[in-house]
T-cell receptor, first 111, second 115 residues
């Protein structure tokens, strides 16, 4: 069955440090992958998406993600984290129009 | 920028009561979704809706649930007789087309608390 796994439930980084959030997927065909962010009390905001082409995709707020088919991964990265990046991050794959989400990773940013 | 809106932001109800959660999708979107997120768990698909009928529903979406587009703007989720386990954040989403490359836009959610 199609699934998305985010191995890290909670990550803490210092402000200014780099960030990588992991996402692995299980999907038979070419996956269409998304990263969403949920700030406290807010809805889900799309950070970036991958459909085809260049495997490194750029998103909003300085985020990028790299699709690696050989590793079934779509990890999210940011070179320098800001305190406002503290939120919950969800990786998702689309299946017949609906989104299948991972468990989410909560990012805490230390000053 | 157009956005999906949801009301109320928080709903508290007694077990066994009916609740209606309301959503106003983006105006030129044609595909509508409800998802839910139980506290501490992943966001789960409930139902998709297109052309005034359900396209797909999950096993969570049993006979207690129904969806409706009563007019040209609102999209509602009704839970007929709420249970404690229905307590969750409910998200509405909309999409312009069914293309796999098209983005779903989410509303801010309604937090439902069943006592």
């Amino acid at each position: 069955a199609q699934s998305v796994t985010q191995p890290d439930i909670h990550i803490t980084v210092s402000e200014g440090a780099s960030l990588e959030l992991r996402c692995n997927y299980s999907y038979g065909a070419t996956p269409y992958l998304f990263w969403y962010v949920q700030s406290p009390g807010q809805g889900l905001q799309l950070l970036l998406k991958y459909f085809s082409g260049d495997t490194l995709v750029q998103g909003i707020k300085g985020f990028e993600a790299e699709f690696k088919r050989s590793q079934s991964s779509f990890n999210l990265r940011k070179p320098s984290v800001h305190w406002s990046d503290a939120a919950e991050y969800f990786c998702a794959v689309v299946l017949r129009g609906k989104l299948i989400f991972g468990q989410g990773t909560t990012l805490q940013v230390k000053p | 920028e157009p956005e999906v809106t949801q009301t109320p932001s928080h709903q508290v109800t007694q077990m066994g009561q009916e609740v209606i959660l309301r959503c106003v999708p983006i105006s030129n979107h044609l595909y509508f979704y409800w998802y839910r997120q139980i506290l501490g768990q992943k966001v789960e698909f409930l139902v998709s809706f297109y052309n005034n009928e359900i396209s797909e529903k999950s096993e969570i979406f049993d006979d207690q649930f129904s969806v409706e587009r009563p007019d040209g703007s609102n999209f509602t989720l009704k839970i007929r007789s709420t249970k404690l386990e229905d307590s969750a954040m409910y998200f509405c989403a909309s999409r312009k087309t069914q293309g796999r490359t098209d983005t779903q836009y989410f509303g801010p959610g309604t937090r439902l608390t069943v006592l």
